[in-house]
């Protein structure tokens, strides 16, 4: 695989060669997923994935069944948060045709608007947390699953309603700051 600029990753020693590989093919595809550049939709990725590959993360990407479902809806996200782009892989493994990585995102909502909601000036920022699980099949995504909490995001671009609350999951300073959430008791 040609050599790419990626966030920084801790990858275990103990990871085979064919390990590595996959991880390097699950990278490539977050790395176009995430490319306001790069991302024209289905068609950047499918290269990257089996014919019969399939997509999961029903509450946040409903709809979304394969990977190339999963790019088109990206880049739709981005056309809003157009400076969007992982900032690191905080974790990265791999067993035997299964890789996780784990990573931190963040972007400002300084482009189109986003379901009528117009950016702000200066625009919102956000930073999150997702994990995504790969299958990788004879070097190609054969599954995609993705865990993420989409609330923290949407809250702190101002896309989501929040009550005030003092319960920090319900608390609007709180779910704008998560690290200050993870201090604060229930």
């Given at each position: 695989?040609?050599?790419k600029?990626y ?5 275990s020693?103990?990871q085979?060669?064919e ?7 699950a ?9 306001p550049?790069e991302?024209?939709?289905a068609?950047?990725?499918r290269?990257l ?9 029903p509450?946040?990407?409903p ?15 981005m056309?809003?948060?157009n ?30 608007p ?7 000036d ?14 990788i099949e ?10 993420w ?7 702190q ?9 003092k ?7 709180m779910?704008?700051n ?9």
């Open positions: 695989m040609a050599s600029e966030p920084p990753t801790a990858i020693a103990e085979t060669p390990e590595v590989k996959n991880i390097d093919v990278k490539e595809y977050m790395r176009i997923s995430y490319s550049t991302n024209k939709g068609e950047s990725v290269h994935c089996t014919s019969d590959s399939w997509f999961y993360s509450s946040t990407f709809g979304c069944t394969t990977p190339m479902d999963y790019a088109d809806s990206h880049a739709t996200v056309a809003s948060v400076d969007l782009h992982i900032v690191r892989f905080d974790q990265a493994w791999a067993k035997d045709g299964h890789v996780l990585l784990r990573y931190t995102a963040e972007g400002s909502h300084s482009g189109k986003y379901k009528g909601i117009e950016k702000s200066p625009p919102k920022q956000a930073r999150w947390w997702a994990a995504a699980i790969f299958e004879d070097g190609k995504v054969k599954s995609f699953t993705k865990d909490d989409q609330k923290i995001m949407q809250i671009l101002g896309w989501a309603p929040v009550k005030e609350s319960d920090p999951r319900w608390n609007r300073d779910l704008a998560p690290e200050q959430a993870l201090k604060a008791k229930e």
